[in-house]
Every structure is written in structure tokens, then in C-alpha cells.
T-cell receptor
Framework: ETGVTQSPTHLIKTRGQQVTLRCSSQ?????VSWYQQALGQGPQFIFQ???????GRGNFPPRFSGLQFPNYSSELNVNALELDDSALYLC??????????FGDGTRLSIL | GESVGLHLPTLSVQEGDNSIINCAYS??????FIWYKQESGKGPQFIID?????DKRQGQRVTVLLNKTVKHLSLQIAATQPGDSAVYFC????????????FGKGTMLLVSP
């Protein structure tokens, strides 16, 4: 059974740029959630995708957007990057009411 | 403020001791709780979960206790090993029509040989 995989592992961008992060869900999982984890903090919920539609959203601005594909993989897009967007971005997949399982994240640094 | 918090930011124990990590939550509507372990450079790893209709659940070397009266959650690790050293997060799920997790800040567990 393949777990949640994320790419890239590290990324460096400058303010104002756009970024796309990718996530492959664990086999058999149909729901993907994205979280932002700042240094020394717990993960913060960004949004969730279920059956290719956004199923819920946390307190993040519209420049954070996403997609889910028919194979349940997902992308997180962030436009107009700001310094405060520097963080570890985590993807978690799940099936129905079962626990969410996380990937190892993408470390995004904004210069 | 955050609805999930931890009492102890750092817990230091000796190898072989039992460890207890505590967590307070404030939302009485939360119906599902999960403990995650996060090692440096890794994503959170599922340890154990418990639903609100239970007050205790046991896994391999771990036990989670839920006290809904005082909105308190704890993770007990038996015979703690150096490999247990990590940051531990409790997370709560609100029954809001979709499953999202609210995490606290985490507790660092340091196990000395």
C-alpha cells in the first residue's frame, strides 16, 4: 500500500510569484485535505477536496486554491506569494470517516 | 483562540518510563480525536484515535483517555523508548458535515537512554 506522497520536497520562491504543490493520496482514499504548518506550530487547515470538489475551507484567502483529479490526487496553488507563506505544506488523505494520513510535506521558503 | 491546547510544551523522560501527554479541548461539539507523532522533517504520523462515545482506547504501548466532562484528552506511552522522541499533537474533529482537524501547538517528548 502506497502512502501519501508530496512533491516537491523543498521549494524556494520570491514574493509575488505563484506556486503549485502536488499530492498523491494513499491507495483507496477519496478525500484530500491540505494544511499549513508554520515553524513550531500545529498544522492549520486550508481546505479539503472530496470527489473533485472543495468540501470545506479554513481561514485562508482566495489566493490559496486547489484541485482534485479523478484519481484523487490533488494540487495546492498559491498566488501572489507573501513572506508569511513560508511554511511546511502538508497533504492528508482519508476515506469516509477514517483517520487522515499525512505525507511528509513540501517545505516552501519565500525570499 | 485555539480550541485545542497542550499543558506541557516539553516532556523529558528516561527510557523505560511511562509517559503521559495531556491535551485540553474547548469545543464540546467535537466528536473525534486523534493523536499524531511528528518527527523532525516528517509529516504527522497517526498513533491512535478515539470517538466521543468512548472514554478509553488502547493500542500497542499506547492508551488514549477521553474525559468529556472536563474536555481533556491524554496519551499514555508505556515503556517509553528513544524512538518515541518527537512532537506529539492532539487533534480534534468537529462534526461539521466534513472532516477537518484542529491541532494544538504540540508537546515535545524527549527520551533519554
Amino acid at each position: 500500500e502506497t502512502g501519501v506522497t508530496q512533491s516537491p520536497t523543498h521549494l524556494i520562491k520570491t514574493r509575488g510569484q505563484q506556486v503549485t504543490l502536488r499530492c498523491s493520496s494513499q491507495s483507496g482514499h477519496n478525500t484530500v485535505s491540505w494544511y499549513q504548518q508554520a515553524l513550531g506550530q500545529g498544522p492549520q487547515f486550508i481546505f479539503q477536496y472530496y470527489r473533485e470538489e472543495e468540501n470545506g475551507r479554513g481561514n485562508f484567502p482566495p489566493r490559496f486554491s486547489g484541485l482534485q483529479f479523478p484519481n484523487y490526487s490533488s494540487e495546492l496553488n498559491v498566488n501572489a506569494l507573501e513572506l508569511d507563506d513560508s511554511a511546511l505544506y502538508l497533504c492528508a488523505s482519508s476515506f469516509e470517516d477514517q483517520p487522515q494520513h499525512f505525507g511528509d510535506g513540501t517545505r516552501l521558503s519565500i525570499l | 483562540g485555539e480550541s485545542v491546547g497542550l499543558h506541557l510544551p516539553t516532556l523529558s523522560v528516561q527510557e523505560g518510563d511511562n509517559s503521559i501527554i495531556n491535551c485540553a479541548y474547548s469545543n464540546s461539539a467535537s466528536d473525534y480525536f486523534i493523536w499524531y507523532k511528528q518527527e523532525s522533517g516528517k509529516g504527522p504520523q497517526f498513533i491512535i484515535d478515539i470517538r466521543s462515545n468512548m472514554d478509553k482506547r488502547q493500542g500497542q504501548r499506547v492508551t488514549v483517555l477521553l474525559n468529556k466532562t472536563v474536555k481533556h484528552l491524554s496519551l499514555q506511552i508505556a515503556a517509553t523508548q528513544p524512538g518515541d522522541s518527537a512532537v506529539y499533537f492532539c487533534a480534534e474533529n468537529l462534526n461539521s458535515g466534513y472532516s477537518t482537524l484542529t491541532f494544538g501547538k504540540g508537546t515535545m517528548l524527549l527520551v533519554s537512554p
